[in-house]
């Protein structure tokens, strides 16, 4: 038995090489982004509901971007609070603001694609850029790095939204690594030309994508998703590409507190049940192997079975690991979280574990 554990244990160990050498140094390794400004014209769209707090302080950051043809689509999803208000305000203030005001319809009660696909009909520029309504750009060139990434065939940008540093919060540390680990993932997945998500902090297509698809009607009854499913669907290896040059990132503030960030997690987890068939593999290969790698060396030192080889296995994989995602952590600017990887690591597996059996018998809440 403890010889069969020990072969399985190997296996486990070549799917994680597969996975950090063939897959990710995709993107770990891939060289450094230049920034071409093309200058095209640009409709940023911004969905928000009940967002008054961040619509005040964020929205003028993209009225203010440094870049000479762009309108910002800003979207009012029937919001409880100010933030239509002040989107009025903001359209006086700003020549190119146009405003999007949307009704609760008893048809798509709350349902956030319903009011983007409004935004998006209303747009008057061909190239589309997203972001949250929580989120702000990192630099006022944002608009010219994400865009500069358009071609006639690369029609479909992914960004990287990246969550603020709190520096005496372990929880930021945990949830900054795993938005670094989707990130690998997603780039890298793009870059071999199977890309499966993007996230809507930071996302752009033509909108003739978004008609392709005839939007979001095949997942509309899915309140979430209107990022990584449109993108499951939409792209491929033709017209996909990735923007990660620091001047194209977004910042949004991180969730505060483990239940916040729990429940944010089982929406995301309960999304991706939706994903092609081919994903749903090698994301689920991916987790399993984690998870695997973890448990089965437990027996074989337990019993000291083949200990020095079992070690040596372990040494190696952490090394390999390390080396391939702190090169991405480079690029992305989230090289201090590297530092607590291996136990962070551990605490997200389990996290993930607890995920899944959570939405087993309960439904994740979606959309405000």
Not at 19 to 43: C, G, H, M
Not at 53 to 60: F, G, Q
Request: glycine share 4%.
């Amino acid at each position: 038995m403890l010889t069969f554990t020990l072969y399985f244990f190997i296996a486990i160990i070549v799917i994680q090489l597969f996975y950090y050498l063939v897959v990710f140094t995709k993107f770990s390794f891939a060289r450094t982004q230049e920034i071409e400004a093309k200058n095209i014209p640009i409709s940023v769209i911004v969905c928000a509901k009940n967002e008054e707090e961040n619509v005040i302080k964020y929205i003028p950051l993209l009225a203010e971007q440094n870049y000479p043809d762009f309108e910002i689509v800003l979207i009012d999803d029937a919001s409880r609070d100010n933030t239509l208000e002040i989107f009025e305000e903001f359209e006086k203030q700003y020549p190119n603001i146009r405003l999007v005001k949307v009704k609760n319809n008893e048809a798509f009660w709350g349902n956030k694609k319903y009011a983007l696909t409004l935004g998006i009909k209303a747009a008057r520029k061909e190239h589309l850029l997203f972001i949250d309504a929580d989120c702000y750009p990192t630099s006022k060139d944002w608009i010219t790095a994400m865009s500069s990434r358009f071609t006639r065939q690369r029609t479909i940008i992914l960004g990287y939204g990246a969550y603020e540093k709190a520096g005496n919060s372990f929880l930021n540390k945990i949830i900054r690594y795993e938005t670094l680990l989707t990130a690998i993932q997603y780039f890298s997945w793009a870059k071999i030309g199977k890309p499966y998500m993007g996230v809507g902090r930071n996302l752009a297509y033509k909108k003739e994508e978004f008609f392709k698809v005839n939007g979001f009607i095949d997942h509309i009854q899915i309140r979430s998703g209107d990022d990584d499913l449109f993108i499951n669907q939409a792209a491929n290896s033709d017209n996909i590409t990735i923007s990660y040059s620091p001047e194209s990132f977004t910042y949004s503030a991180p969730k505060s507190t483990f239940k916040d960030w729990f429940i944010q997690k089982r929406r995301h987890v309960a999304t991706a049940k939706h994903y092609k068939a081919f994903d749903k593999i090698q994301l689920g290969l991916f987790f399993s192997s984690q998870l695997l790698f973890l448990l089965l060396p437990i027996p074989l030192l337990i019993f000291q079975f083949q200990w020095i080889l079992v070690l040596s296995l372990i040494g190696f994989r952490y090394l390999v690991t390390w080396i391939v995602a702190g090169f991405a952590a480079g690029k992305l600017k989230e090289k201090d979280v590297m530092y607590w990887y291996p136990i962070i690591e551990i605490i997200l597996i389990f996290t993930q574990i607890n995920v899944f059996i959570t939405n087993i018998f309960s439904k994740p809440a979606h959309w405000k």
